[in-house]
């Protein structure tokens, strides 16, 4: 096995290490551009992406109408503020509202998948809180993942990401993903919302059970509370879908947007509809950044490219193509035993928590992939992806998967 690891890497990581807080374990590459699914490292290697920057960049990197966009909206004007109308903000929100298919739809704009979840456990607190002054708490599911300021790690299912900084307050229940009745019985008149999402990324690319879906909206409707899906990693078509509870036959009150919706550039959403639309009053809540004009011509030409091409139908016909390679790896493979989620998010499950040098195994063969968790290897190409991308995806991961074998001296 040949070392590919870029030689500037470890100076790079060296500079890193002295002018950065050590927040991010960093995987031995440094990118400088893109095209399409295409990435190259700083010595000119070309890799090909399948993680889009964590379920982002959808369209692929340098998408030329999200450039165009993004550049005649940064010439014409870049801020104002919210203290002033400005028109693109408007237009998404109008967008966004037709392909949920809510004409009762309200939007709110931030910058991030944990500021949306933010932004929606406020709207529900305001709701709550308008008919019972201890309506104020979240069930959330065990795994779900929602984001690292305070309220959004507190209300994530992960109990060992809370303890280095609780207190974190006493406010959500967790229940486990998969038992409606567990999740009906955390439902009482104390609960504002419920919050989950659809496929649980972070957790390995777990899909919720639809009868925790149905559970969790007939409980909001019995204690009149609102059903708040995250589809921060799910939405924008990544599933198939427009978005990811179009899927389960089940609609929520409020959807959580960002990581996809402008393709790289940092924007979040919420579109709450119905009851939930009313529930903020001016000055309830607010961002300086949030819907600013480049952000949102972003997310429109991500909108409009999607429509254009047709992504959300590719999302599905590719999803399947990659369905059954990951099936044909588990067939030649003892490591690799099964495959979860839906369209262009899923993951390879190893008998073992060897994820990582897989991943690692990858990297090195010029494909990017993800260990989403210590038995799993996440992928989620561009929705743009052809089916030859599909197939280099399934020979670098069944060579892969060879010599992570070999080191742990496992049968092929
Ligand atoms: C990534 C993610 C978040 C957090 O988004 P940030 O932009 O990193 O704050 C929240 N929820 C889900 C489901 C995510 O996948």
Redesign the pocket.
């Known amino acids: 096995m040949t070392d590919h690891t870029p030689a500037g890497i470890d100076q790079i990581a060296a500079r890193e290490q002295a002018a950065l807080l050590p927040t991010y374990a960093r995987q031995p590459a440094a990118f400088v551009e893109g095209s399409g699914a295409r990435l190259m490292d700083v010595e000119g290697r070309s890799y090909l992406d399948f993680l889009s920057g964590?379920?982002v960049t959808s369209l692929g990197h340098a998408n030329p109408a999200v450039a165009t966009a993004v550049s005649r909206q940064a010439h014409a004007l870049v801020h104002v503020s919210n203290l002033y109308y400005t028109e693109p903000q408007i237009t998404l929100a109008e967008r966004l509202k037709a392909t949920l298919g809510w004409p009762d739809g309200r939007a709110f704009f931030c910058n991030?998948?944990?500021?949306a979840?933010e932004a929606a456990i406020k709207l529900a607190r305001r709701f709550g809180k308008a008919t019972n002054p201890s309506k104020f708490r979240v069930v959330a599911l065990e795994g779900g993942?929602?984001?690292?300021t305070l309220a959004?790690l507190r209300a994530t299912g992960t109990p060992e990401k809370h303890v280095p900084f609780e207190p974190l307050g006493d406010w959500v229940t967790h229940v486990p993903h998969d038992d409606p009745a567990a999740l009906s019985g955390a439902v009482n008149d104390d609960v504002c919302a419920v919050l989950l999402?659809v496929v649980q990324?972070?957790a390995g690319v777990r899909p919720v059970p639809h009868e925790v879906l149905a559970a969790a909206r007939e409980a909001c409707d019995r204690h009149g509370a609102l059903l708040i899906v995250?589809e921060?990693?799910t939405g924008i078509g990544r599933l198939g879908a427009w978005y990811g509870w179009q899927t389960t036959g089940v609609t929520p009150d409020v959807v959580?947007l960002?990581?996809a919706l402008a393709n790289g550039l940092p924007i979040?959403a919420i579109v709450a509809r119905g009851q939930a639309a009313g529930a903020f009053a001016a000055g309830d809540h607010a961002s300086t950044f949030g819907g600013g004009p480049v952000m949102c011509a972003a997310a429109l030409a991500v909108l409009d490219e999607i429509e254009q091409q047709g992504l959300v139908a590719r999302a599905e016909e590719m999803g399947a193509v990659m369905h059954a390679h990951l099936e044909g790896l588990i067939a030649a493979h003892t490591l690799a035993v099964g495959v979860r989620g839906r369209g262009l998010l899923q993951a390879l499950v190893l008998d073992r928590p060897v994820a990582g040098a897989v991943a690692a195994a990858a990297l090195e063969d010029g494909l990017v992939v993800n260990a989403v968790a210590p038995d799993a290897v996440r992928l989620a190409p561009p929705l743009i992806i052809g089916e030859a991308d599909l197939a280099t995806m399934a020979a670098v991961l069944d060579a892969a998967l060879t010599r992570v074998a070999d080191q742990e001296g496992a049968i092929p």
């Not at 991030?112 to 500021?115: I, K, L, N, T, V």
Request: glycine share 18%.
């Open positions: 964590l379920s991030s998948g944990a500021e979840n993942f929602h984001g690292r959004s999402e990324g972070e995250d921060v990693q959580c960002a990581k979040g």
